[in-house]
């Protein structure tokens, strides 16, 4: 629509609602309800849930000439061991599990401490990060931490390709003597 036309991005602020109200929509739908004794099974609202949440953001993923922007909030959570991470507040599990494979980033906002103890905010864009943060870069632009500035981040993502590293197979390389 023309609507559309003047603005380069999405902001879904937030998917966690998002994902309340289709849930809310799917346990009032027919398919919800079970045809032996008409009560609500749970199992089918899931189902449809996860269906209609990948459909509706697999078609917001083929908007290529728009930046969209999902935001979420993130549960903490501590497994077995007693070790914390983070996982997407939204209702039904395959959403979660399989957003962060159709979109290019998954940025986490965080508040961290410089070794001096000064507190700042900053997005955290590698997955492999100390503090187990959701992230993903797929534009390979990014460094593991960022400012926390989203049109600085969107320049960076567009800008020049790094250097592309080369594959070294480890069977045909030498150690020089004296190099570990």
């Known amino acids: 629509s023309a609507v559309l036309q003047k603005y380069d991005t999405i902001f879904v602020d937030s998917i966690t609602v998002a994902s309340r109200l289709c849930f ?4 009032n739908q027919p398919e919800a ?12 609202v899931y189902g449809m849930q996860g269906r209609e949440m990948m ?10 000439e728009k930046n969209v922007i999902f935001v979420g909030i993130l549960d903490e959570k501590t497994d077995e061991y007693g070790r914390m991470n983070y996982e997407l507040q939204i209702e039904g599990s395959k959403t979660g599990r399989e957003l962060p494979g159709i979109v290019d980033e ?4 965080a508040t961290l401490a410089s070794d001096e103890g000064n507190m700042f905010r900053a997005f955290i864009c590698d997955n492999l990060n100390k503090w187990g ?4 870069d797929r534009s390979g632009r990014l460094e593991p931490i960022e400012e926390p500035h989203l049109g600085k981040l969107f320049e960076k993502m567009s800008g ?4 592309e590293m080369q594959f070294v197979n480890p069977t045909t390389v030498t150690i020089a003597e004296g190099e570990s």
């Open 24 to 27: 809310t929509h799917n346990q």
């Open 133 to 136: 943060y959701p992230a993903k």
């Open 160 to 163: 020049p390709r790094p250097e």
């Open 33 to 44: 309800r079970s045809e032996r004794n008409g009560r609500l099974d749970t199992r089918a």
């Open 106 to 109: 998954v940025i986490t906002m």
């Open 55 to 64: 459909a509706w953001l697999t078609h917001l993923q083929h908007i290529r």
